[in-house]
């Protein structure tokens, strides 16, 4: 897979992907990273990539003809054929639509993806409209720019391509992946999958520790029990901590029993 970043602050990723498995998958050749500086893209002697908007207001906006010479230089497929030749052209923005799992897993699966990274006040609206796909943004909340929330999102679908993680199970067990049954297809001793929900529990040795132990249920060896204790934990806990995604969750029938279960005792009953 290749990821092109285009940015003003080419050295900032210099820490992000050179340490763990985005620099293994780099190594190893699964992904390779190409960072742009878009100041090379302009014409005049003070390398200017932004401007002030027409009609007034606060703050500085990323101008056009820079980004579109650099997206250009890349030789990417026109807008019309990039979803057939698997390329994407992203505009990271607080405006875009909200990145997650999901959308981690459909840029995993590209040839070509492009990041461009938004600063200032914003960036030329001609820009999200004529030469980026899609909009992304890694949350609700301003950052100083979209280089943070590129990171975020390299880091994110590297680990999705196969052979980056050593043990590929793990990455469609995690929280918010969504769509897996539970238990897969690894037998009693398969730890149970996301299916939407946050991740279950987890503890490792000492059983004791400081008087704090390890419940009971995982070490006597019921690998039944041990499904059925986490199916549970990962239930409660997003229930207290994140419920709006028990809407979109993929819940079985045993799913909803363990749920009425940890709901009646907060109701009192």
Known sequence: MQIDIITIFPDFFRGPLDYGIVRRAREAGLVKITIHDLRGFTRDRHRTVDDRPFGGGEGMVLKPEPLFACVESLQLAACSERESRKQSVVLL?????????????????????????????????????????????????????????????????????????????????ESFCAGAEIGGSDGPSSTCASGGLLDYPHYTRPADFRGMKVPEVLVNGNHDEIRRW??????????????????????????????????????GE
Request: aromatic share 4%; charged share 30%.
């Open 230 to 267: 986490r199916r549970r934990s990962a239930l409660e806990k997003t229930l207290r901590n994140r419920p709006d995604l028990l809407e979109r969750a993929a819940l079985s029938a045993e799913d909803k029993k363990l749920l009425s279960e940890i709901e009646a005792p907060s109701r």
């Open 93 to 173: 923005s607080a405006q875009g639509e909200r990145f997650d799992q999901k959308l981690a897993s459909q840029f995993a699966g590209l040839e070509r993806l492009l990041l461009i990274c938004g600063r200032y006040e914003g960036v030329d609206e001609r820009v999200g409209m004529y030469l980026a796909d899609r909009e992304v943004s890694i949350g609700d909340y301003v950052l100083s720019g979209g280089e943070l929330g590129a990171a975020v999102i390299v880091d994110t679908v590297t680990r999705l391509i196969p052979g980056a993680v050593g043990n590929e199970a793990s990455t469609r067990q």
